[in-house]
């Protein structure tokens, strides 16, 4: 059966840090690309970042870049988004996915059925 787990979300102060995760099974994550897309309260889902299949390739928003970094640990299966610099803006549940196909920017799909799996999300939330 195919998991995706996202952790590490949870509450933080305005500039602060965080590094949700996103542990998979029960596929091969190797050879996947890997991405988080982020719903804020009352909006839509919103691309976020993307990852190739061995970390060779990353982007980031343009919103986020420079604050935002993702990677992945291929011998733990787990995907990282080490968030900087929070912002109230930041607030969302982030969710990870993964795709046969690598996409890199706003324009990439975001609904869930367009990715092969796609986790439940974590709550971020930025505030004072």
């Known amino acids: 059966e195919v998991h995706l787990v996202e952790s590490g979300g949870g509450l933080v102060q305005p500039g602060g840090s965080l590094r949700p995760s996103c542990a998979a099974s029960?596929?091969?994550?190797?050879?996947?690309?890997m991405t988080w897309v982020r719903q804020a309260p009352g909006k839509g889902l919103e691309w976020v970042s993307v990852?190739?299949?061995?970390?060779?390739?990353?982007y980031v928003a343009e919103s986020m870049k420079g604050r935002f970094t993702i990677s992945r640990d291929n011998a733990k299966n787990t995907l990282y988004l080490q968030m900087n610099s929070l912002k109230s803006e930041d607030t969302a549940v982030y969710y990870c996915?993964?795709?046969?196909?690598?996409?890199?920017?706003?324009?990439?799909?975001?609904?869930?059925?367009?990715?092969?799996?796609w986790g439940q999300g974590t709550q971020v939330t930025v505030s004072s």
């Open positions: 996915a993964a795709s046969s196909y690598y996409c890199a920017g706003s324009g990439c799909y975001v609904a869930s059925h367009e990715y092969d799996y």
């Open positions: 029960g596929f091969t994550f190797v050879v996947y690309a």
């Open positions: 990852v190739d299949w061995n970390g060779g390739s990353t």
